[in-house]
């Protein structure tokens, strides 16, 4: 089954959004954590599917 381009970027959309809401929880449940390399993964593909809307 293949996506057509605008089913592909709503799904992004959405993967996006989620890590957004994720992100945001993080931060809420703890500020002073430290930066882990999970977190640091997360931003990056964060930043990457960003890029994709601008």
Request: net charge neutral; glycine share 0%.
């Given at each position: ?42 931003d990056i593909v964060h930043f990457l599917l960003s890029?994709?809307?601008?």
């Amino acid at each position: 089954m293949w996506l057509t381009a605008s089913e592909l970027r709503f799904l992004l959309h959405q993967v996006n959004s989620r890590i957004d809401n994720f992100r945001n929880h993080q931060i809420v449940l703890s500020l002073s954590m430290a930066s882990t390399p999970f977190n640091h993964a997360l931003d990056i593909v964060h930043f990457l599917l960003s890029a994709i809307y601008l």
